[in-house]
């Protein structure tokens, strides 16, 4: 791959065609067979890569992160990576829900975690890092640190603290203590954070390290850092305790990181013979899609960077970067191209993935969609979760959930995600449940966006799937009433019948020429000249309007806000925007639309008033739609427990319908 250059789908179908097979044999499974590293044997090679879950109070571990993890073993994962335990008080913001290692009363709540994950049988790491120059005094009320004064463009804008010699060497020593407590702790070893942008990636790319002294300027010098904490760590721990560095071999910048910079210095580590493992990422702040790769990116992008350190290492060589697929991870480990498959987002996502593969039942999986909700999440200081596991990040709450005190019949209106979600969870408690939906297939919304990106797929085949195992009787094709609701005599009833469309309240808004986003999806031709009017503020308006600029047309979108997607996360805005200027689409922000014409669109400034027209013979409404509870209304007082759930209540994101029909169900 060349340097600096990223590899993203630009067709809407990123996996058409492709024929996946599963292998469902773990008797003869590369994936479910043992690996030792550094000493302990891993039962299979499956990883739980690192992911950042926000539980974190005061920079102690909680509860939540013992049992996150926990349930992460329980379904199968041979080794779990942490989420980073922060060496030092400059590093992140310990109210943020970051967890902190930087003083001895730490370790004795983060026993919790060894202690959970060890009952079920897994190896635990935890992962020792320091966010360096990627974070701002706004979050931590402090400056922050890096090699060289500059900031973290474009995701942060303070410029660092350059480190000064002595400041150098208390983090060296602040790594060495966290990995002793660490030990202290029970956990089987530790994975220095050399990715993604941090301290130690800072000072080893030429990208963010200016340094004239012993810590900058040649590579070596750039790796002085690193050996000098490597170093430390096995003084402090011994060579009876596992140490893995995970690093970006690739920043996919012009003046970073490139894979044969990497394969250079990890040829010199190698050599000093005191790291057990390498993690092989990609990317950093600056080109931060790379780092959690969003749906608009093939499956394994970026595998080839782990096959090159393979071919030159006698280490184990852990991949990452969305593989999350039993036959794709299979094929990674059958052509020598890593030993371990490290997952984060797939086993987010269905902690229980590889028993599901192992048993010979991956089409229960619930596949990964590559929406990042869980990292967004984070990001604004909110605990994980996930688009479609209600029990992400909230393991706790379902675990002690009490079982439902006698059967019941329970009918369910609208099979889009949140009814399908109540459906399966009261069919799992043992409840007989009915399900029926209007349109001739499940899915709802979610259907039509699997139509035009794969990975969205997952959410309707998953939830297909469930619903044959557990026998539940779905009858598509029927806009039930409220009298045959009431003929099924349910003991409870759960609306979730979704939204209609949403039309743009403007002269010439119900004209020819308008049309919802679902019609373009099915097919509703539209002309050349096309508006996208995005009252979404989410990732739809964005991926539309790509989509039609793709196919030819010329497309500008119109936005009430201050630019389009504020409510995407930061890897799938900054894909979509790029996508969108490589496009060619035209971004009118700030812009009320005040009427429609045959041939134009007429827009108003919220801030100045200033009148304009675009040309355009198509507007397309990309709305979140209005909800639609009239069924509800009419079975009120008719049965004894009635919900209303979903877009039918409220219309939403998918993260926030799911998560209440999961709640409701669990109440059934």
Known sequence: MAKGRLQLSRGLNSDKGKVVTITSNAGTSLLFSPIHIGGREVRNRIAMGSVTTAHARDGFVMPGHAEFLAARARGGAGMLITETFHVHPTSAAVGYGYLQISRDDFVEPARAIPDAVHA???????????????????????????P?????????????????????AELVESFAAGARRLREAGFDGVELHGAHGLLI?????????????????????????????????????????????????????????????????????????????????????????????????????????????????????LAIGKINRGAEAEAILEQGKADVIAMARGLICDPDLPNKIMSGR????????????CHGRVWVGKVIACTYNAAAGNELEVRETPPPSRKKKVVVVGAGPAGCEAAVVAAQRGHEVVLFEAEDHIGGR???????????????????????????????????????????????????????PIWPDVPGGRGSNVVQMEDVIRGTKVGQQVVVWAEDNHAAPLAMADHLALEGHDVTLVTAYTFPGPEVEINTLTVLHRRLATSGVKVVADAILTAIGEASVSLRNRYTSTVAEIAANTVVACTPGAADPHIYRELKGQVPELSLIGDARAPRRLTAAVYEANRVARGL
């Not at 004064?149 to 410029?159: D, G, I, L, Q, T």
């Open 362 to 373: 991956p089409d229960l999986v619930r596949g990964c969609i590559s929406c990042n909700e």
């Open 446 to 500: 979610i259907e039509l966006v699997g139509r035009v990106r794969t990975d969205y797929a997952n959410v309707v085949r998953y939830y297909g799937a469930q619903l044959k195992e557990l026998a539940v009787d779905v009858r598509l094709g029927r806009r039930v009433t409220a009298d045959e609701v009431m003929a099924e005599t349910p003991d409870s009833v759960v609306v979730a019948a979704g939204t209609q």
């Open 120 to 146: 079920a049988g897994s190896l635990v790491i935890g992962q020792l890092g320091h966010m360096g120059r990627q974070w701002e005094s706004g979050f931590s009320r402090q400056y922050q640190v890096a």
């Open 148 to 168: 060289s004064p500059r900031s973290a463009f474009p995701v942060f804008f303070e410029v660092a603290h350059e480190l000064e010699p002595e400041e150098i």
């Open 201 to 317: 990636q800072q000072f080893l790319s030429p990208h963010t390290n200016f340094r004239t002294d012993a810590y900058g300027g040649s590579e070596e010098n750039r790796l002085r850092f690193l050996r000098e904490i490597i170093a430390a760590v096995r003084r402090e721990v011994g060579n009876d305790f596992v140490l893995g560095l995970k690093i970006s071999v690739d920043e996919f910048v012009p003046d970073g990181l490139s894979l044969d910079d990497s394969l250079r210095m990890l040829a010199l580590l190698e050599s000093e013979s005191r790291l057990d493992y390498f993690l092989i990422a990609a990317g950093g702040f600056s080109a931060i899609e790379t780092i959690h790769p969003t749906t608009h990116f093939e499956h394994s992008p970026f595998i080839e960077n782990a096959a090159a350190v393979k071919r030159q290492s006698k280490l184990p060589i």
